[in-house]
C-alpha cells in the first residue's frame, strides 16, 4: 500500500502544474523512496497523534 500510495504522490509532485503551486506556495516537492516516505508517514501521524491527544482534539460531526 505504501509502495503504491508513493508512486501516485511522486508522479504529481513531478507534474509540471502541482509542482509550481507547490513551490508557489513555499514547498519544496521531493520525491521520496517507498522506505522514506513510511518513515516520513509514520512520524507525521505520531506527531500530530500527539497534539491531537495534548489538546484534546474532538472530531466535529456534519
Known amino acids: 500500500m505504501v509502495e503504491r500510495i508513493n508512486a501516485v504522490l511522486n508522479a504529481t509532485r513531478t507534474a509540471s502544474p502541482v ?3 507547490l ?4 514547498f519544496e516537492p521531493l520525491a521520496l523512496s517507498p522506505g522514506a516516505f513510511a518513515t516520513m508517514l ?3 501521524i ?3 497523534s500527539q ?3 495534548k ?4 472530531q466535529q460531526s456534519n
Open 19 to 21: 509542482a509550481h503551486t
Open 23 to 26: 513551490r508557489e506556495r513555499g
Open 42 to 44: 509514520e512520524a507525521e
Open 46 to 48: 505520531a506527531r500530530w
Open 51 to 53: 497534539a491531537i491527544r
Open 55 to 58: 489538546y484534546n482534539v474532538k
